[in-house]
């Protein structure tokens, strides 16, 4: 993007510099729509100056969370920056909204994006400025404690995601070892952990009732612009995906467990091969996994390729798994420059891969859409930017021959990708159901919160798993999943878009060009229509009902036993 309004030389280093930006707009007078969209134009631009700058401070502390200077930068943003902000924001945003030139934007888009911004101000309460502040704070102590969970094994030490390979090696009792390991590190932090959610949990329903509502869930729906799907439509998913998805998991570990030939299914047998063979190794260091992807990728298209190709001259790839990196894997899209970051820790597993070309499914869609006029354009919500990324996942996993020397490997690695979406929709449901009770009854204990989690893991997770004496191990499972410390309540839209990937996938294998045309003009849309229409231009429907659910999932299975 090129600046027009923003010197060009400017960069964010303190809010004294920054504020005459907001007050110029703030001052500026608008006689016409030409000039109302003139500062549009001019605020979103600042809006991506102010994004970039955050991102990078983001990026940077991830990659390397045991260095105070990057951390100190982070917060400094969150502290002395975008306090300040947030009620000059408020401003223009009720600037525009009174603005009586508004109703004569005609540009594709500017309605969902008022719709955004009048959202803001409805929920904008000056009180909340400084409790969004400490919880993006604490929010930021889950990845710095995750950061340093490590373990010792063959005199190493290595981070619990390089770890968790043993748990796919083929002797049980170096499983079972390296398991006990993991559950020893992980209950280290287990209280910890505890104390900092139940720091969240407060803070959060205290800026719930700030802004009139009488709990965070209600607050977040609006927050999270939900205007195409209720609450209501949510405990509908949990249902759903009790009757028809959960016995697919069942059905599959019983299977597991016959050709294991196991009498006691275990938690350290859920990842090993049922054939007995070694786990998959689709590359043996990053250079590979990139160089890979981007072949995969340009099978389906030369321009998905040519992106992962940009961002890696860039140098927006950061891989490998090392100590100090916070955990899990991101693509921060970077609204100046264009080109997003990928961010994650492979250790050469399958896993990798899946999480290679979700985050690469993500950076396409960031290419698609950044030509569109507004940051707030090039934003959409969850469940279409989910929908770019997992539908990746299924649409390369028609071409994995790339990473595969072998039909067998393929077809194990196909096995395993479709095992994951019938396992994904379970956890999902479990999870989203877990923050729906949180949040309804924020005055818990954790020993109320252990139980509730205890009996929707009992509904939505294996019923093969045997957890016998390690009832402590699957009480805190649920502290491994990073959206509930950093973004309460963004995790269903991967259950809704999971599902619109399944129909992208169907499209995709009945017609590569058309879907493919499809994907990429709904993609380019970026958040210029409302979800269903996004997925209308994508050849597919916004439906969670409990039908399709199963239609979908149905596919599914067949498509599984036929490889």
Same mark, same amino acid.
């Given at each position: 993007?090129?600046?027009?309004?923003?010197?060009?030389?400017?960069?964010?280093?303190?809010?004294?510099? +920054?504020?005459?930006?907001?007050? !110029?707009?703030?001052?500026?007078?608008?006689?016409?729509?030409?000039?109302?969209?003139?500062?549009?134009?001019? /605020?979103?631009?600042?809006?991506?100056?102010?994004?970039?700058?955050?991102?990078?401070?983001?990026?940077?502390?991830?990659?390397?969370?045991?260095?105070?200077?990057?951390?100190?930068?982070?917060?400094?943003?969150?502290?002395?920056?975008?306090?300040?902000?947030?009620?000059?924001?408020?401003?223009?945003? #009720?600037?525009?909204?009174?603005?009586?030139?508004?109703?004569?934007?005609?540009?594709?888009?500017?309605?969902?994006?008022?719709?955004?911004?009048?959202?803001?101000?409805?929920?904008?309460?000056?009180?909340?400025?400084?409790?969004?502040?400490?919880?993006?704070? +604490?929010?930021?102590?889950?990845?710095?404690?995750? !950061?340093?969970?490590?373990?010792?094994?063959?005199?190493?030490?290595?981070?619990?995601?390089?770890?968790?390979? $043993?748990? #796919? &090696? +083929?002797?049980?009792?170096?499983?079972?070892?390296? /398991?006990?390991?993991?559950?020893?590190?992980?209950?280290?932090?287990?209280?910890?952990?505890?104390?900092?959610?139940?720091?969240?949990?407060?803070?959060?329903?205290?800026?719930?009732?700030?802004? !009139? =509502?009488?709990?965070?869930?209600?607050?977040?729906?609006?927050?999270?612009?939900?205007?195409?799907?209720?609450?209501?439509?949510?405990?509908?998913?949990?249902?759903?995906?009790?009757? $028809?998805?959960?016995?697919?998991?069942?059905?599959?570990?019983?299977?597991?467990?016959?050709?294991?030939?196991? &009498?006691?299914?275990?938690?350290?047998?859920?990842?090993?091969?049922?054939?007995?063979?070694?786990?998959?190794?689709?590359?043996?260091?990053a250079q590979e996994l990139i160089d890979k992807t981007i072949e995969c990728f340009n099978r389906i298209d030369t321009f998905f390729g040519d992106c992962i190709r940009t961002m890696h001259e860039m140098g927006r790839l950061d891989l490998d798994s090392r100590l100090g990196k916070a955990p899990g894997g991101y693509q921060y899209p970077l609204y100046e420059t264009d080109v997003p970051f990928i961010f994650m820790n492979s250790v050469g597993l399958h896993r990798d891969l899946v999480t290679m070309v979700h985050e690469g499914g993500h950076a396409?869609?960031?290419?698609?859409?950044?030509?569109? &006029?507004?940051?707030?354009?090039?934003?959409?919500?969850?469940?279409?930017?989910?929908?770019?990324?997992?539908?990746?996942?299924?649409?390369?996993?028609?071409?994995?021959?790339?990473? =595969?020397?072998?039909?067998?490997?393929?077809?194990?690695?196909?096995?395993?990708?479709?095992?994951?979406?019938?396992?994904?929709?379970?956890?999902?449901?479990?999870?989203d159901k877990f923050q729906h009770w949180i949040y309804l009854n924020p005055e818990h204990s954790v020993e109320d919160r252990y139980k509730e989690w205890r009996k929707i893991i009992a509904d939505f997770g294996s019923s093969v798993i045997n957890y016998s004496g390690l009832e402590?191990?699957?009480?805190?499972?649920?502290?491994?999943?990073?959206?509930?410390?950093?973004?309460?309540?963004?995790?269903?839209? /991967? !259950?809704?878009?999971?599902?619109?990937?399944?129909?992208?996938?169907?499209?995709?294998?009945?017609?590569?060009?058309?879907?493919?045309?499809?994907?990429? #003009?709904?993609?380019? +849309?970026?958040?210029? #229509?409302?979800?269903?229409?996004?997925?209308?231009?994508?050849?597919?429907?916004?439906?969670?009902?409990?039908?399709?659910?199963?239609?979908?999932?149905?596919?599914?299975?067949?498509?599984?036993?036929?490889?």
């Open positions: 993007m090129q600046r027009h309004f923003i010197k060009s030389d400017f960069n964010i280093t303190t809010w004294e510099l +920054l504020k005459p930006y907001f007050e !110029g707009l703030q001052n500026r007078n608008i006689d016409s729509a030409e000039e109302l969209e003139k500062c549009i134009l001019d /605020y979103s631009e600042l809006g991506a100056v102010v994004s970039e700058n955050m991102a990078w401070r983001y990026i940077k502390m991830t990659c390397d969370t045991a260095n105070t200077q990057l951390r100190d930068s982070f917060n400094d943003f969150v502290q002395n920056i975008e306090p300040q902000m947030a009620p000059l924001t408020n401003e223009l945003n #009720k600037k525009i909204i009174a603005s009586p030139f508004k109703n004569y934007l005609t540009k594709t888009g500017y309605d969902i994006y008022l719709r955004s911004i009048k959202n803001s101000i409805d929920l904008f309460r000056e009180e909340n400025i400084p409790l969004n502040t400490q919880l993006q704070e +604490l929010e930021q102590q889950f990845g710095a404690i995750n !950061g340093e969970q490590s373990i010792q094994h063959n005199n190493e030490k290595i981070t619990l995601q390089k770890a968790a390979v $043993y748990l #796919k &090696d +083929l002797n049980r009792n170096l499983r079972e070892e390296v /398991y006990y390991k993991i559950q020893n590190r992980r209950e280290q932090d287990e209280k910890a952990l505890n104390e900092l959610f139940t720091k969240l949990i407060h803070l959060r329903h205290q800026v719930a009732l700030n802004a !009139g =509502f009488k709990n965070f869930r209600d607050y977040k729906h609006q927050a999270l612009a939900r205007f195409d799907y209720s609450v209501q439509d949510c405990l509908n998913f949990h249902e759903a995906v009790k009757l $028809y998805a959960v016995p697919l998991i069942n059905e599959h570990d019983q299977r597991r467990k016959q050709k294991l030939k196991l &009498d006691d299914y275990r938690p350290w047998d859920a990842s090993v091969d049922e054939e007995g063979l070694p786990p998959l190794k689709p590359f043996t260091n396409v869609h960031s290419f698609l859409d950044k030509n569109l &006029d507004l940051v707030e354009f090039k934003s959409p919500p969850s469940e279409v930017a989910e929908l770019a990324s997992m539908s990746m996942e299924l649409m390369s996993m028609e071409h994995w021959e790339v990473f =595969f020397k072998t039909e067998e490997e393929l077809k194990r690695a196909k096995r395993q990708q479709l095992e994951g979406v019938m396992d994904t929709l379970p956890w999902i449901a479990a999870i402590n191990h699957l009480n805190r499972r649920w502290q491994i999943q990073l959206h509930l410390y950093e973004v309460p309540f963004y995790y269903i839209e /991967y !259950g809704f878009a999971q599902l619109g990937a399944v129909a992208v996938w169907r499209n995709y294998k009945n017609n590569p060009k058309e879907a493919i045309e499809n994907y990429k #003009k709904a993609l380019a +849309l970026g958040y210029t #229509k409302s979800i269903p229409e996004i997925y209308k231009a994508a050849g597919i429907k916004f439906d969670f009902s409990p039908d399709y659910i199963k239609e979908l999932m149905n596919f599914v299975k067949e498509e599984y036993d036929k490889i």
